[in-house]
């Protein structure tokens, strides 16, 4: 089991920055970590991914080139720093984690909330 705590959730004007953090406690094997996004009434999506191993990163073609995610393995911590926010990044946005063994992402946080005003 792995336990997932976000933080960094907060209101922003358009234009603005916010980093969320994620730190995994448990048994911290893990393939992957990401940060998914759901805005009210839609489906849950992937916003940016990280591999554990080697660093490889992934990320939404909405967000590229403005977020970035990067990890810190002795802290077990992933990070997303968000630049250039604009209304449309507003919404719930949940650390996961995929296990190593495990073919999809099966470790969610409680999510945070992120407001961007315009």
């Known amino acids: 089991q792995v336990r997932l705590q976000e933080s960094g959730g907060g209101l922003v004007q358009a234009g603005g920055s916010l980093r969320l953090s994620c730190t995994a406690s448990g048994r911290t094997f893990m393939y992957a970590m990401g940060w998914f996004r759901q805005a009210p009434g839609e489906e849950r999506k992937i916003a940016a991914r990280i591999r554990w191993a080697n660093g490889e990163t992934y990320y939404a073609d909405s967000v590229k080139g403005r977020f970035t995610i990067s990890r810190e393995n002795g802290r077990n911590t992933i990070y997303l720093q968000m630049n250039n926010l604009k209304p449309e990044d507003s919404g719930v946005y949940y650390c996961?984690?995929?296990?190593?063994?495990?073919?999809?992402?099966?470790?969610w946080g409680q999510g945070t909330q992120v407001t961007v005003s315009s």
């Open positions: 996961a984690a995929q296990q190593v063994g495990s073919t999809q992402y099966n470790q």
